[in-house]
């Protein structure tokens, strides 16, 4: 599975952003899916992710309530809806294909990563 991150970009605290991630490939459906964070002199963090079905999702806690994951099978995509945003979400932000867990090591594909820059 290859994986292509992007929607990142530069906007205001309190805006909204839609990162789009893009698959190539016929196993997309069958992996569960993530995305991941990683700002300037920090390790990257867990944001959201989603069963292989769509069924379920599963978000940090510093995202709950302001970002939504969501897929679509059919096109081989999962987007990531950030709303509310605040400086601290300023990050290169990925995608990755993989189980539905928190924990980057359970994920086996990655894409290159989205910048999200937002200003106060």
């Known amino acids: 599975v290859q994986l292509q991150a992007s929607g990142g970009g530069l906007v205001q605290a309190g805006g909204s952003l839609r990162l789009s991630c893009k698959a190539s490939g016929r196993a997309f459906s069958r992996h569960s899916m993530g995305w991941f964070r990683q700002a300037p002199g920090k390790d990257r963090e867990f944001v959201a992710a989603?069963?292989?079905?769509?069924?379920?999702?599963l978000y940090a806690d510093s995202v709950k309530g302001r970002f939504t994951i969501s897929r679509d099978n059919a096109k081989n995509t999962v987007d990531l809806q950030m709303s509310s945003l605040e400086r601290e979400d300023t990050a290169v932000y990925y995608c990755?294909?993989?189980?539905?867990?928190?924990?980057?090591?359970?994920?086996?594909?990655w894409g290159q990563g989205t910048l999200v820059t937002v200003s106060s």
């Open positions: 989603i069963t292989a079905s769509g069924g379920s999702t």
């Open positions: 990755a294909a993989g189980s539905y867990v928190s924990a980057s090591t359970g994920y086996d594909y």
